[in-house]
């Protein structure tokens, strides 16, 4: 079945550090990609989608491309603040299955000052 | 102000009981979904409903029946509640119900069983 792959766990930065969350999906056939954070206490917020190759989606500040030739979809930030700390997830849309979303298990992102 | 409201925000359950999850949008939107969240498993896809009609079950207990009285409204029963059952239970929707919509997420039922 279609899934998303997060290898990233846990990623400890101090403010103004680039970030990069690695996500890697799996899927029969093209499906829309999406990145969602969620605070503490809170349920998870879209960021951004992009459902296209080579397609780059952003919000934020945050970024990421559509890579279907590496079946990826980096999240990326220039240079992070201490808001930006939180959980973030990769999911995946495949057309053929509605509209439900496979998450990844999701990078806790800590931003030190 | 949330657009999508859930309540309670937690809950404390015994085993054996039985709890309903209420859960309420004000986007104007025709689908509506229930995931869960553990330590075990981080987003877990419940079921989809889209003009009050189910959609997609993934859930392999008939424990958990979903209800809607209203198009905006998908409520969440768990019946014989077990401890296995704790987890933030999220409920969520999407402008329609078809091609990888975009979720938009409530803020949570804590649920803890004892």
């Known amino acids: 079945g279609d899934s998303v792959t997060q290898t990233e766990g846990q990623v400890a930065l101090s403010e103004e550090d680039f970030l990069t969350i690695h996500c890697n999906y799996s899927a029969s056939g093209y499906p829309a990609l999406f990145w969602y954070v969620q605070y503490p206490g809170e349920g998870p917020q879209f960021l951004f989608r992009a459902s296209r190759d080579k397609e780059k989606g952003s919000s934020r500040g945050f970024e990421a491309t559509y890579n279907k030739e590496t079946t990826s979809f980096h999240l990326q930030k220039a240079s992070v603040q201490e808001s930006d700390s939180a959980v973030y997830y990769c999911a995946l849309g495949d057309r053929g299955t509605g509209s439900k979303l496979s998450f990844g298990k999701g990078a806790k992102l800590t931003v030190s000052p | 102000d949330p657009k999508i409201i859930q309540k309670p925000k937690y809950l404390v359950a015994v085993t054996g009981s039985e709890k309903i999850l209420i859960c309420e949008q004000y986007?104007?939107?025709?689908?509506m979904y229930w995931y869960r969240q553990s330590a075990k498993k981080p987003l877990e896809f419940m079921f989809s409903y889209s003009y009050q009609k189910l959609m997609d079950n993934q859930t392999a207990s008939s424990r958990f029946q979903p209800q809607s009285s209203k198009k905006n409204h998908l409520d969440l029963q768990i019946t014989a509640l077990k401890p296995d059952d704790s987890a933030t239970y999220f409920c969520a929707s999407s402008q329609d119900w078809g091609c990888a919509e975009t979720l938009y997420f409530g803020s949570g039922t804590r649920l803890t069983v004892l």
């Open positions: 986007l104007g939107h025709n689908a």
